[in-house]
């Protein structure tokens, strides 16, 4: 059974930092594009960042571009979200999600983790 843990949210000023973690177990990540996403109250879950496993590119949100960091430790099967200079806007739940090659869409989610920005 393939699961996607994530943690590190929590509460956070504005013009803090935070990293996110991913953990996935259940089948290797590194070949495949992992992504991050993120839902805020009463709004649509939308697109933050992605990771390519096959070249290691990567793409951000325009609202993120320059604040946000998507990182990948293949021998962890881990991705990683490092937030620097969080805003207001950036409050939401944050959830990170695996490709699947053959289904064609991110087929594995995480369950996701809060985060806060408390000022």
């Known amino acids: 059974q393939v699961q996607l843990v994530e943690s590190g949210g929590g509460l956070v000023q504005t013009g803090g930092s935070l990293r996110l973690s991913c953990a996935a177990s259940?089948?290797?990540?590194?070949?495949?594009?992992m992504g991050w996403f993120r839902q805020a109250p009463g709004k649509e879950r939308e697109f933050v960042a992605r990771s390519r496993g096959s070249d290691g590119s990567t793409n951000y949100a325009d609202s993120v571009k320059g604040r946000f960091t998507i990182s990948r430790d293949n021998a962890k099967n881990t991705v990683y979200l490092q937030m620097n200079n969080l805003k207001p806007d950036d409050t939401a739940v944050y959830y990170c999600?695996?490709?699947?090659?053959?289904?064609?869409?991110?087929?594995?989610w995480g369950q996701g983790t809060q985060v806060t920005d408390s000022t």
């Open positions: 259940g089948r290797t990540f590194s070949s495949s594009t």
């Open positions: 999600a695996g490709w699947d090659s053959i289904s064609l869409r991110y087929k594995y």
